[in-house]
């Protein structure tokens, strides 16, 4: 039982699907970056984030499958990380891109520029040694989190504790399902918090 609820939260919390879940808290915000904004201006917005850094990905990620470029349906081995890594890379900053043509609010395309980063640093990290992407997505959404009260002088107290509850049950997912080891767990939080962090408070 418990190892089904832990493949549940594993697809839960799919590195793919944390974009989205970050531009819908930052869309639902009642702060100056989103309150301005039309309804249909956020929806369209969170649209295109779903399409290109979840729909597109995943759809070339499960080519990669059917074709034998990887030769793992989970993407369990090292080695078979690259090319996803490559194309989640491509994607994410495809997305920041448009976002900043688009002439949004810096803070939304912060976000997707630090996780393009994100994964150049677990790609480059992936070649010596696995580390969780499901935790570094997570702990780039409460880096997130405290950046932005940071960033806008205002406590997220309790978006900052459901990220970090997020956090732990996603590691204990991922451990529950032998993925990874501890170090490796937390190596993934602490770099995906400490890489949108830094940006956040780089740029405030």
Known sequence: ME???AQVISVVFYPLFVPTYAFA???SMPAYFSALMPAGAKWMVLGIVFLTTCILPTGFIIAMIKTGMVSTTYLSKREDRTMPYIVSIIF???TYYLFKQLQLSAVFYYFMIGATMLNIL????NFFWKISSHMAAIGAL???MFGLSYFLGTNYFTLIS???IMAGITGFARLKL???TPAQIYTGFLLGFFTILSLFLYKS
Do not use: D, N
Request: hydrophobic fraction near 65%.
């Open 92 to 94: 994410f900053y495809l």
């Open 122 to 125: 677990a790609m480059g990290i």
């Open 162 to 164: 459901i990220s970090l």
């Open 3 to 5: 190892k089904r609820i």
């Open 142 to 144: 409460a880096g997130m």
């Open 178 to 180: 032998e993925a990874h």
């Open 25 to 27: 808290i930052l869309l």
